[in-house]
């Protein structure tokens, strides 16, 4: 037993004192919220000029939502579903490196499923794994971090899609789980962080000239870039660091504010390193929406990141193909909605532990057959010896 319960019992009895308190100082914070969205709700033009104000001469680092052409308050309602419309769905999943292991390597798995409405075929189902052993591992080079590792998942899931979508007629949309703005690709002051920014952007201009509407998907959203413009708007410039309604997230005020099936504004993402995607080209700016996909008195809030090529006002007609399809995909899921396919496409891709034991042995077997020997390490066969394994796996 590693949890101490008798030490923790009083914290858990405080939390439970200080959670109605803290629940009616939020619900006071979000009342002001809502009440500025409505009275900040037209002013698309100014509250962009104010943004970009702030950025430029008071604080450059400004994480937030930035309007686009609709009303902050904007609900558009589901629209009807295109004929023939193809989803392509990719998820990953890795082996992390481990010292410890007899073999020092790594693993990647992607698992996409596909499939067209109107179609009476089964979704076609396709799995690539790719394993990273010896000279491959270059540590003086390119150290493969975990982060390092997760970047390469996620380059390869949009390679995937962008391969398959250029073999489907449109209209296609691609969906990969989470969001396309990569924390593993900020373009940093070191050459694998500028080269993994360039695979990654890279791979979206494919998906771009595939023709596909990319997006991502993200189940129970934390963000506050609404909550942080609404701040922003309702203060001087010179104190547009204050966080007044800190606490507050945006899935509070599009929670009541969205009906079933109904998506809001398109917004765009002021940041630092959402800029490097449209300073490569406008149609990589990023951009997102929140999407009710839940039902009449239980909603479920879910942000969807597009980029600009999918965003554009003229481009109206992909925006509703993508809010379409995740709102029928959601549905199919009944009271746990989330999109079908990227549900399949991660049960396809996850590598399970009994998968990864497995592999190390095959591993293990090979070298012995040409007189080589493989050993965990005296810390790792300690802990086996214990029954304190752990795979570190992410899907």
Wanted: proline content about 6%; glycine content about 6%; hydrophobic content about 35%.
């Amino acid at each position: 037993m590693s949890l101490d319960f008798q030490q923790i019992h009083e914290q858990v009895r405080q939390l439970g004192e200080n959670a109605p308190g803290r629940e009616r100082r939020l619900q006071v914070l979000r009342q002001q919220a809502c009440a500025l969205l409505t009275a900040n709700a037209h002013e698309v033009e100014a509250l962009r000029q104010k943004v970009e104000r702030i950025v430029r001469s008071v604080d450059p680092s400004l994480r937030c939502a930035l309007p686009v052409t609709e009303h902050l308050d904007a609900c558009h309602p589901e629209p009807p579903l295109p004929e023939g419309v193809s989803v392509l769905a990719a998820d990953g999943s890795q082996i992390f490196l481990d010292h410890h292991a007899p073999v020092e390597y790594f693993l990647i798995n992607i698992g996409t499923i596909q499939m067209r409405y109107g179609d009476t075929q089964p979704p076609k189902i396709t799995v690539e794994s790719d394993l990273q052993y010896g000279e491959a591992i270059d540590f003086a080079k390119d150290y493969p971090s975990e982060e390092r590792i997760s970047l390469l998942r996620d380059l390869r899931e949009r390679e995937k899609l962008a391969e398959l979508a250029l073999q489907l007629s449109p209209p296609v949309v691609t969906l990969t789980d989470g969001p396309l703005e990569l924390w593993g690709a900020k373009g940093g002051p070191d050459e694998a962080s500028r080269q993994g920014l360039d695979d990654y952007l890279e791979a979206l201009t494919r998906l771009q000239a595939s023709g596909a509407i990319t997006a991502g998907y993200e189940d129970r959203p934390t963000e506050d870039y609404v909550i942080r413009l609404l701040e922003v708007a309702s203060q001087p410039d010179e104190d547009a660091r204050q966080r007044p309604l800190r606490g507050v997230r945006d899935a509070d005020l599009f929670r009541s504010l969205l009906g079933p099936g109904e998506r809001s504004a398109v917004f765009e993402i002021q940041s630092r390193f959402a800029s490097l995607y449209k300073r490569r080209h406008e149609n990589l700016a990023l951009h997102f929406f929140y999407l009710n996909v839940g039902r009449a008195k239980h909603p479920s809030l879910a942000r969807v990141e597009i980029l600009g090529w999918v965003a554009q006002e003229q481009e109206k007609d992909k925006l509703n193909t993508l809010h379409a399809v995740l709102t029928s995909q959601c549905r199919t899921m009944g009271t746990r909605p989330y999109p079908y396919l990227l549900h399949r496409a991660h049960e396809t891709a996850r590598v399970t532990p009994d998968e990864k034991n497995q592999l190390e042995l095959m591993m293990g077997v090979e070298l012995r057959k040409h007189g080589l020997t493989s050993e965990e390490s005296n810390k790792q066969g300690l802990k086996n010896l214990a029954g304190k394994g752990r795979y570190k796996g992410a899907g």
